[in-house]
């Protein structure tokens, strides 16, 4: 596998179908094969393609260590008066 700096820069063209062809080093790189789920978004202006395996580990991180959803729901369903 050819090694990538985590910032890469390369040039791709929008086909008539509005494909654009990630080049095979970035998708080696980011491990993106065929059927590979990529979450696409507009961020500062730019167009930004990521694995959502990715993005969903760097969220995952975000919250961990934070309070449990599922605990403050039951805490706030028991404390309800009926």
């Known amino acids: ?5 985590e910032t890469q820069t390369a040039t791709a063209t929008v086909d008539s179908d509005g494909n654009v062809l990630i080049p095979p080093a ?3 790189f980011l491990g993106i094969s065929p059927g590979t789920p990529v979450v696409v978004r507009v961020e ?9 395996e990715r993005m969903l580990k760097e969220l995952q991180e975000l919250f961990a260590g934070g309070p449990s959803l599922e605990d403050e ?3 706030d ?6």
């Not at 596998?1 to 700096?5: F, R, S, W």
């Not at 500062?44 to 959502?52: A, F, K, Q, T």
């Open 73 to 75: 729901l039951y805490k």
């Open 44 to 52: 500062s202006g730019r167009i930004v393609i990521e694995p959502l």
């Open 77 to 82: 369903r028991r404390s309800d008066k009926w």
């Open 1 to 5: 596998m050819e090694l990538l700096a």
């Open 26 to 28: 970035m998708r080696s």
